[in-house]
Structures are given as structure tokens and as C-alpha cells.
């Protein structure tokens, strides 16, 4: 009697372990190429050992178990083949719920449309951005973009047209500008950049060198659209604002920037206006 339950353990030890396989094969498939997954392509490897190992331990062991102390490896097999698959299972649930938590987060520091972020993280990394200018006394600007006579694209070609451009503006926006600055959705179609240790001077040719991609790019409509155009042209104004001594706290930055802004548009558009000439 005892002789079956001992080869009866490790038998479904061994169905265990092929059941762990599963998680471990799944979890192997949201990972990227890395160190991380070629360590569960060791595991796997380890379990595969595991497997061969215990289907040599019953005829190793044919008929040896007379006492109850003989149970005690098969024992072990048994329940180690359980902390197998409990600590896989666990990995692969605690993959998925990190995933999602981190898609979660992404969503709530995201704006819908455009895919930049919004203007909730936008104030939360500024506020960041101007206590480390002030801790370490580097320079910080902003740059707040409005593309020029927006409503009159929404009003001839409708609002999708628009929704195109405007997302369309985003992404040329981040494509043009350095991976350091921090492009976010201000509001309607004002689209806000944060430049970490850009002193205005800098700032200022960045905003230039935007204001000229923009100037000579062009937005594709779709044809399901069934517009009379095809593809659309726009420009921008651009408000440059530097954060220096002068400036009292995120809420002044901004209101700078927003007077530059409003400074290029009512000259003509098309253009950049600086809210500072400090070279902060």
C-alpha cells in the first residue's frame, strides 16, 4: 500500500510540474527579448530536469518503500512540484496586474486624443521641473504652441479634420523636439512643452526650428472622410516663457508663456514671442 502511494505522489508531482509549463510558457510570451527571459527559459529548463528526474526516481526506487518514513521524498516531491506551480501561477498573475496597472497609469497621464500627456501630469512634472531649477539653479522653459485659425479649420472641414490635425500636431511636435522636453495638452488645441535646462535664448530656437517643421508639413485626410481635400497645411504661434527669479511660481511661468502667446498672435502669427528676455 505504501509502495503506491509513494509512486502515486510523485506521479502526480510529475503532472504538476507539466501543468507548470503553462504559466511559464505564457508569461515567456509577454516578455521582450532579455536577461529576464532567458532566465524562465532557465527555469523552464529546470523543470524539464525536474520532470525526468522524478519519472527516474520510481523505478530507482521500485517496491522500496516499507515504512512511512519512506514517504517522506515522495512527499517532498509532491509538494514541491506544488511550490512550482503556485510560485508560476503567481508570477503570471502578478505580470498581468502589473501590466495593467501600468496601462492604468498611462491612461490617467495621457490625453485620449493626441496621445501626449495632459495637463494633469503636465502641472504635477512642471511643479517637479521648477523645485529642481530652484534647488539647483538650472534653467527651465516653456514653450505654449496654438495652431493658428483652428476654428476655422473645425468650421470648414468639421471636427474630425480638426481632431486630425490637432493629433497629427502632437506627434510632428514630439518628433521634432528632444527627448528630454515634455510635450503635453494644455487645453484645446494649445499644446504645451516643457524644456528642462534650456536657458530662453535656446528655448527660443527650439520654438523657431518648431515653428518652421510645422510651417512646412502637411496633415493627411482621409479619403472615408469624403472631404474636398486631401491633405492640410496649418501654422503655428509659439509663446516662449523662461523661469528665472523674477518669476513667482508655475502659475506665473504659464501666465508668461500664454502673454507671449497671445503677443504672436494678435502680431500676425506665425510666429515665436518670447514672455522673458532673461537668460535664466
Known sequence: M?????NGLVIVGIG?????????????????????RFSWYVLTALIIIFIIGYGAYIPAFWGSHENLSDLVV??????????????NIL?????GNVRRLIAFEQESITDPLTGIYNRRYLERRLADEI?????????LSVLLTDIDHFKRVNDIYGHQVGDLVLEGMAQLIVNTLRTTDI?????GEEIMVI????PVKTAIDLAERLR???????????VELDRDISALGVTVSIGVACFSQQTKDMQDLIQNADKALYRAKSEGRNRVVTGSTTDA
Open 2 to 6: 505504501l509502495h503506491f502511494i509513494a
Open 16 to 36: 504538476i510540474l507539466i501543468s507548470a509549463l503553462t504559466p511559464v510558457r505564457r508569461l515567456v510570451r509577454l516578455l521582450p527579448r532579455s536577461r529576464l
Open 74 to 87: 515522495p512527499a517532498v516531491f509532491f509538494l514541491g512540484a506544488c511550490f512550482v506551480l503556485l510560485v
Open 91 to 95: 508570477s503570471l498573475e502578478t505580470s
Open 131 to 139: 523645485a529642481r531649477a530652484n534647488r539647483y539653479g538650472m534653467p
Open 183 to 187: 510635450v503635453a495638452r494644455y487645453g
Open 195 to 198: 524644456a528642462p535646462s534650456t
Open 212 to 222: 518652421k517643421v510645422v510651417e512646412n508639413a502637411t496633415f493627411e485626410v482621409p
